[in-house]
């Protein structure tokens, strides 16, 4: 009976001992998600409506001068995540192509960058958008 309990004991220890601790669940923070705020041509302060839906595929939908984006001139394209450092290249129909630059804050929730002509990712304006 004592060795039937030893062994009933020395099994729960080495259960017990195995378990592995539950890791916090929690995502880490994503640009994925739908954005929105505004730019700004060249200095001027950033005032025309200005959307982004990031797709968790690498792929970006932008929408902009108009907040309402079923009417809104829609520009597809991608992104890139590095660090806290997003790029993003998009064109509108049928050829007219930007690109940005931004710096997102420590929680994913802020976006500021500047905008450019083609590849270049600044010398057209600034913008500010936030996660929805």
């Known amino acids: 009976m004592k060795s ?44 025309s409506s200005y959307f982004f839906l990031f797709r968790s595929n690498g792929t970006v939908r932008v929408y902009a001068d108009n907040s309402d984006t079923a009417s809104a001139g829609k520009a597809e394209g991608t992104y ?16 007219i192509s930007y690109s940005t630059q931004a710096i997102v804050d420590a929680g994913f929730a802020t976006m500021d960058g500047t905008w450019g002509s083609g590849a270049n990712v600044s010398g ?6 936030f996660k929805k």
Do not use: H
């Open 124 to 129: 057209s304006g600034t913008f500010r958008i």
């Open 80 to 95: 890139i995540v590095s660090g806290n450092t997003v790029k993003t290249t998009y064109t509108y129909p049928p050829s």
């Open 4 to 47: 039937k309990l030893l062994i009933v004991l020395v099994a729960l220890s080495i259960l017990t001992a195995c378990k592995k601790k539950k890791e916090d669940a929690t995502p880490p923070p994503s640009v994925v998600g739908f954005w929105e705020g505004k730019y700004g041509n060249g200095s001027s302060v950033p005032g």
